[in-house]
């Protein structure tokens, strides 16, 4: 504790000031959402693929896909996002403050990919010709959140 | 390409060999069951803080934790565990190749959690004295896949 102290007062004294002071180790719940995202675009490539025919299409498996874009959907988001573990506050997201700043419209965003992955559940073993119109459905919903609540790659 | 192969060639003249040569890009599949895990972790750790009296209990906190333990069970294994993802291929896993070689095992393993989440889900709600039997059930089932399929900690 008294290291981190010193550590800390070394950091204001250059000018680095509270943020590093404050600065929690959230690393547990970025790998949590973070992963969680990555399954969604593991998921989301196998529908995608199969939608533009780069992958042959199989019932089988776009609703095993399907199915575990509505799981996702059904994880609860607020023990991943903590306050504080935004891009201002720590490294390693980009998670920008409006998530906490306008929480509704982060949920909001966040069910309404859990509609469109109900309607990709609904349409994906009926055939490759439904999975375009459900990807856009699905990707609409991923832009409209990141571009409100994610900060731009560097 | 060209680049790639040399540096390659480089490594196996280093005695690195094939396993070098051979490792493929899986950073996504790892980040996808890694977050996964810690999404699990994240709300075994509500629950249990609740049934060791750490955390208060609150019914509707303790339901989204074991709503979300269910809905982490249904999300499929496959695309996360591709061929060659192991822990003799490649670095920063510790999935060992039982998980392949015997997948039934792993993914009957894999189900025995969900039978527990289930467990937890439809106890979690009713009162804190219930949650503790409930995460010994879901404990075993972790251990039993751990002590299996995945290599002690370095």
Same mark, same amino acid.
């Given at each position: 504790?008294?290291?981190?102290?010193?550590?800390?007062?070394?950091?204001?004294?250059?000018?680095?000031?509270?943020?590093?002071?404050? $600065?929690?180790?959230?690393?547990?719940?970025?790998?949590?959402?973070?992963?969680?995202?990555?399954?969604?675009?593991?998921?989301?490539?196998?529908?995608?693929?199969?939608?533009?025919?780069?992958?042959?299409?199989?019932?089988?498996?776009?609703?095993?896909?399907?199915?575990?874009?509505?799981?996702?959907?059904?994880?609860?988001?607020?023990?991943?996002?903590?306050?504080?573990?935004?891009?201002?506050?720590?490294?390693?997201?980009?998670? $920008?403050?409006?998530?906490?700043?306008?929480?509704?419209?982060?949920?909001?965003?966040?069910?309404?990919?859990?509609?469109?992955?109900?309607?990709? $559940?609904?349409?994906?073993?009926?055939? $490759?010709?439904?999975?375009?119109?459900?990807?856009?459905?699905?990707?609409?919903?991923?832009?409209?959140?990141?571009?409100?609540?994610?900060?731009?790659?560097?």
């Amino acid at each position: 504790m008294k290291r981190h102290l010193t550590f800390a007062l070394a950091f204001a004294a250059l000018g680095c000031g509270t943020a590093v002071y404050a $600065q929690e180790d959230f690393s547990a719940q970025l790998k949590a959402r973070q992963g969680q995202f990555r399954i969604m675009a593991i998921n989301l490539g196998i529908l995608g693929g199969m939608a533009k025919g780069e992958i042959e299409y199989n019932a089988e498996a776009a609703q095993a896909a399907a199915d575990t874009l509505v799981a996702v959907s059904m994880i609860q988001q607020g023990p991943m996002w903590p306050e504080g573990s935004d891009d201002m506050s720590i490294d390693g997201t980009r998670a $920008q403050t409006t998530i906490w700043e306008e929480n509704d419209d982060f949920l909001s965003k966040w069910m309404d990919f859990g509609t469109g992955a109900a309607a990709m $559940q609904a349409a994906a073993g009926g055939g $490759q010709a439904a999975l375009g119109p459900a990807m856009g459905q699905i990707g609409g919903t991923c832009k409209a959140c990141h571009d409100k609540h994610r900060a731009p790659a560097n």
